[in-house]
Nanobody, 127 residues
Framework: QVQLVESGGGLVQAGGSLRLSCAVPPFTLDYYSWGWFRQAPGRAREGVSCLSPGSTSTYTAEFARGRFSVSADKAKNTVYLQMNNLKPEDTAVYFC????????????????????WGQGTQVTVSS
């Protein structure tokens, strides 16, 4: 049973930055797409950003565009979510998931298109 491991969350002031990490099984970055999602209390899980196999393309949701970016380090088997200019409304548990699509787009950045969820990492942004 594949399970991803997220880390890097924490408490940060508005305007600050965090980098989240998602440890993935070795030698899989080129064969799957990878998505970052978040879930705030009382709300549904929503897509934040995704990375296609081999990092050939990315897609970031409009609310995060220009502030968040996704990338991967093949040598470390890790997918990252760099988050800048954080806002209180970014407070949520952030999850990474594995998908099977060859590219990323708004169509595929859906919870139903990803699996192998990790336990999540809490991000709290204070005002």
């Amino acid at each position: 049973q594949v399970q991803l491991v997220e880390s890097g969350g924490g408490l940060v002031q508005a305007g600050g930055s965090l980098r989240l990490s998602c440890a993935v099984p070795p030698f899989t970055l080129d064969y799957y797409s990878w998505g970052w999602f978040r879930q705030a209390p009382g709300r549904a899980r929503e897509g934040v950003s995704c990375l296609s196999p081999g990092s050939t393309s990315t897609y970031t949701a409009e609310f995060a565009r220009g502030r968040f970016s996704v990338s991967a380090d093949k040598a470390k088997n890790t997918v990252y979510l760099q988050m800048n200019n954080l806002k209180p409304e970014d407070t949520a548990v952030y999850f990474c998931g594995r998908g099977s699509h060859r590219w990323c787009s708004s169509t595929y950045l859906e919870v139903s298109e990803f699996g192998a969820w990790g336990q999540g990492t809490q991000v709290t942004v204070s005002s």
